[in-house]
């Protein structure tokens, strides 16, 4: 890993320590490791754009929904940001700057551009975690209102909610799926999202590993990351290092699980013998 990105994850897992982590600056860090050429002057291009849409909007239009109206006629409608089914297909529609110059991205990505540029301007909004459809909300809890910015700010209903729940879960909406998704949950969620993308691509187990280094670098993410990365580090070839990765995880899982633990040291075991 070449210096200038151990500085960046440095950046990454800082600012994820800070008090109020800057969920804008996150995602962009993610970005520098897909785009190298995402420097600190880009970085801070992304900002600067960020903050002039913020100054297109009206001073303090009203409510949540006069809020929500005002960001999806200048986002949705003025700027052209939106979301269609082949935005699953690209890595890019997982990276802020390039969703910022595309205009185009996953609803997640869209969501944040939608937040950060709403937060600018002053509105009460924040980020709802739906399963399987990530949106936007204004408002305290008794008079939220949700938008959904991959849609071009289309404005939800209870009913559109409980719809979207119900197509990805087959499960009623539950009212705690409703609450403020915390900047950290947003990021490690955009970070599964790049995981699964390159799961479907074995060629690009580069872009897995990245992924899995970064959410091990957030203060809370699952632990079973660890073996993630293992696993990975294996498939590229690093058997040495990937059968330490794979002792280390065995014995952690050997306080709770000691078979599991066992089928771990067999596959270190494997990987160590890839170097004879």
Do not use: K
């Not at 995880?249 to 066992?262: L, N, P, Q």
Request: proline letters at 7%; hydrophobic letters at 50%; a negative charge.
């Amino acid at each position: 890993m070449d210096p200038e990105s151990t500085d960046r994850r440095g950046q990454f897992a800082q600012e994820a320590r800070s008090e109020r982590p800057d969920l804008a600056l996150l995602c962009l860090l993610v970005g520098a490791e897909a785009d190298p050429a995402l420097d600190d002057a880009a970085i801070d291009a992304a900002q600067i754009e960020l903050d002039r849409l913020a100054g297109l909007l009206p001073f303090r239009p009203g409510g949540p929904r006069s809020w929500a109206a005002a960001l999806a006629e200048l986002l949705g409608a003025r700027c052209a940001f939106h979301g269609a089914p082949a935005d699953y297909q690209r890595l890019e529609s997982s990276l802020l700057h390039t969703v910022l110059r595309r205009r185009r991205g996953l609803p997640i990505l869209l969501s944040v551009v939608w937040m950060e540029v709403a937060r600018r301007a002053g509105a009460p909004v924040y980020g709802v975690a739906l399963p399987g459809h990530f949106v936007v909300g204004f408002g305290a809890p008794d008079e939220q209102v949700l938008a959904d910015p991959f849609g071009g700010g289309r404005l939800l209903t209870g009913t559109d909610a409980e719809l979207l729940v119900a197509g990805a879960t087959g499960a009623p909406l539950d009212p705690s799926m409703l609450r403020p998704a915390d900047p950290l949950e947003i990021v490690l969620r955009i970070l599964n999202n790049i995981r699964a993308w390159a799961a479907a691509r074995p060629e690009r187990s580069d872009v897995a590993l990245w992924a899995v280094e970064l959410s091990l670098l957030l203060p809370s993410h699952p632990a079973r990351l660890r073996y993630e990365r293992a696993q990975l580090l294996v498939q590229r070839g690093e058997f040495r290092t990937g059968a330490a990765e794979l002792e280390a995880y065995a014995d952690v899982v050997a306080a709770v699980d000691s078979g599991a633990a066992d089928q771990v040291r067999h596959q270190a075991l494997a990987a160590r013998a890839m170097l004879n």
